[in-house]
Structures are given as C-alpha cells and as structure tokens.
Nanobody, 121 residues
Framework: QVKLVESGGGLVQPGGSLRLSCGAS????????MGWYRQAPGKQRELVAT??????????NYLDSVKGRFTISRDNAKNTVYLQMNSLKPEDTAVYYC????????????WGQGIQVTVSS
C-alpha cells in the first residue's frame, strides 16, 4: 500500500519559514517525479514545485510566485521529499499536498492527504 504523509505545516507569521516533509512508503521516491501542490479556499489546486526522478538529484521547477523563496529537495536515503518555504506571505496560505507521478504506458499517480499552512500575523 502506498502512502504519502505530509508533515511540518502550521501557523507562521509573514516573512517566516516552514519546511514541509513528505514521507513515502510503498514507493521509491527517486523513481517518481515528486511534487507539491496547494489549494487555497475557493481556488483551484495549483502546482507549486516539482523534482524529477533520478538517483542524484533531479531537475526542479517552480510556480513563478514562489521562485527564489521555496526549494524542493529529495533525500533518497530517507525516501522523503521536502519543501523549504522562506519569506512566506499570506497568499501562501493553503492546504499543501504531496504528489508522486511515474509516467509510462499508464501514468501512476499518488497523493498525500494534505497539510494546512497558514501565514498570518
């Protein structure tokens, strides 16, 4: 059974930092393109950051509004993906979801349950 479990969310003041973790079981994260999505109330879910598969890193991609503030990374030994979020803004408030995709003849996609991040003074 595949599980993606997010942790590290919470309430933070504007300008603060949080690090989200996505611990995976049942899959090997280095074989998947891993991503973080977010969904704010009344808005569509949007892609925040991705890191491609690969044993020693992988290429990354970011939503324009988080470039320079957020960093996605992967620890293959811990089978975990991280999202370091710095200089947080109130508009970053959302439920953040971990995502794993493996493309092939049939795409395989998994989602975490989501974790709340609230940026407020």
């Amino acid at each position: 059974q595949v599980k993606l479990v997010e942790s590290g969310g919470g309430l933070v003041q504007p300008g603060g930092s949080l690090r989200l973790s996505c611990g995976a079981s049942g899959i090997i994260v280095s074989l998947y393109t891993m991503g973080w999505y977010r969904q704010a109330p009344g808005k569509q879910r949007e892609l925040v950051a991705t890191i491609t598969s690969g044993g020693s890193g992988g290429s990354t991609n970011y939503l324009d509004s988080v470039k320079g503030r957020f960093t996605i990374s992967r620890d293959n030994a811990k089978n975990t993906v991280y999202l370091q979020m710095n200089s947080l803004k109130p508009e970053d408030t959302a439920v953040y979801y971990c995502n794993a995709v493996r493309k092939g003849v049939t795409d395989i996609t998994y989602w975490g349950q989501g974790i709340q991040v609230t940026v407020s003074s």
